[in-house]
């Protein structure tokens, strides 16, 4: 059965933050905006939700869509929903946090363009863009910590150095090596793989075990660093 209300209805977008780690620094993809409002400008990657979808659905599909990126880790941030947050009309927008390995953006859909920007570097944005990309940063940071998702953002096999210099980017500051090895390792989540990197100074290569990880949190274990 259909029905009909006589109150006015909102619209509702997502916005998805996708961060990368590229040259020592954290960064996020933008796209510039082919349409108006805000034509010409930098923006996240997002747009109407249709009816058929749902949330998370409407978020991949205009990833794919702008940038051509599909993240393998994609959550719900939050929802952003000030009365003037949008020149278009009442528009309420979710926002996602992904993660994804640095690989080269293609613009499609209604952006112009589309490419990685250092958080220190980041050009003016549309919207209320940059509230949801300080609150996205901070989730970020604070999220590393207790769960593995730093991992999506590294090489299938990593080295010990590579994954301590992710963790100090992640989280803003530098991290003890000695204690953070021994935590790390001390987990029980990291698989020798017997290898060993091709620097100038050859390290053991490791390989994130999600299957122990899913193991261990079932029987209650705790990631925590």
Known sequence: MSYTYSHPRPSVTVDA???????????????????????GSWALPGGFVQMGESLEESARRELSEETGFAPAYLEQLYTFGDVKRDPRGRVISVAYLALAKLAE??????????????LDELPDLAFDHGEIIRMAKKRLRAKVRYAPIGFDLLPRQ???????????????????????????????????????????????????????????????FNFEL
């Open 17 to 39: 933050c996708v961060f990368g780690v590229d040259a020592g620094a954290l960064k996020i993809l933008l796209i510039r905006r082919a349409q108006p409002p805000f034509k």
């Open 158 to 220: 990593f080295s010990l150095v590579e994954l301590q210099a992710l963790y100090e980017i992640l989280l803003g500051r530098g991290v003890d090596k000695a204690n953070f090895r021994k935590k790390v390792l001390g987990m029980g989540l990291l698989k020798d793989t017997g290898k060993h990197s091709d620097a100038v100074r050859p390290a053991r290569l490791y390989e994130f075990d999600a299957a122990e990880y899913e193991r261990l949190s079932r029987r209650g």
């Open 105 to 118: 953006a293609k613009a499609a859909s209604d952006a112009d363009e589309a490419r990685w920007w250092a």
